[in-house]
């Protein structure tokens, strides 16, 4: 579905990543874990065009989609929620979740999509007046996934969903991930909590310093003596 082939981008003088290859299977949950300034956040960035490939391919349902504009890239069905959630703080829960929606023209589809998304997040329908940079942050991290939602994305990209969040809020937001993947969305996670990343994930991708260095399934990588060392906190 999604295949990065030896991906280089820079920031400036920096090279952020040094070659990354990965590949993404439709119906799969996978995730990139690595320490702070590895290249997670990069690597999402540079398949959604928000930061430019110096060199290397990116391919989404077959077509080469490497440096196109994020709207069009948006438009062939992936959708990223950031890190740090970026809802918009002085708008409705129910205007963020429109926004979401903002190349769909089709309004009964519309209201069938915020009802998804309000049997997914109840809470959100309690709030739909609620200014949104009121919320929690869960309540926000619901809010961001939700907006993400209402755009119907084939490849959702999350970035860091658990950030500054409490252990048992991270718990209900995993389960809502894992929720999203049966009903036919594939995921690509970005995650420092790696255990939890890996307890839902098909397959991971270790990244150091801008490298691939380890691939396999998340089972495998739950038991890699390196992973529970450097990640896992064993």
Do not use: H
């Not at 290249?39 to 960035?45: D, E, F, I």
């Not at 619901?142 to 990209?157: E, H, Q, T, V």
Request: glycine residues 8%; aromatic residues 4%; positive net charge.
């Amino acid at each position: 579905m999604l295949t990065l082939k030896n991906i280089v981008t820079y920031y400036g003088n920096i090279c952020a990543l040094k070659g990354v290859s990965l590949d993404v299977k439709q119906g799969e949950i996978v995730t990139i874990i690595g320490g702070n300034g590895a290249g997670k956040t990069t690597t999402l960035k540079t398949i959604c065009g928000l930061v430019p490939a110096t060199s290397g391919e990116i391919f989404f349902l077959d077509k080469d989609i490497t440096n196109k504009p994020t709207s069009d890239i948006v438009e062939s069905g992936i959708v990223m929620v950031p890190e740090g959630r970026r809802v918009f703080p002085r708008m409705s829960v129910l205007e963020n979740l429109q926004l979401g929606a903002y190349l769909n023209k089709n309004r009964p589809e519309i209201k069938n999509d915020l009802e998804k998304v309000f049997d997914m997040f109840p809470i959100l329908k309690d709030r739909i007046k609620q200014i949104a940079g009121t919320l929690s942050g869960g309540e926000q991290q619901m809010l961001a996934i939700g907006r993400a939602l209402m755009a119907r994305p084939k490849l959702l990209l999350l970035d860091e969903p658990s950030m500054g969040l409490a252990p048992k809020i991270v718990t209900n937001i995993f389960n809502i991930i894992s929720e999203i993947n049966r009903t036919g969305t594939t995921i690509l996670l970005v995650e420092q909590n790696a255990r939890m990343a890996l307890s839902i994930a098909n397959k991971g991708f270790v990244i150091e310093t801008g490298n691939i260095v380890l691939e396999d399934t998340a089972k495998n990588l739950l038991r890699n003596e390196e992973v529970k060392k450097a990640y896992l906190g064993e």
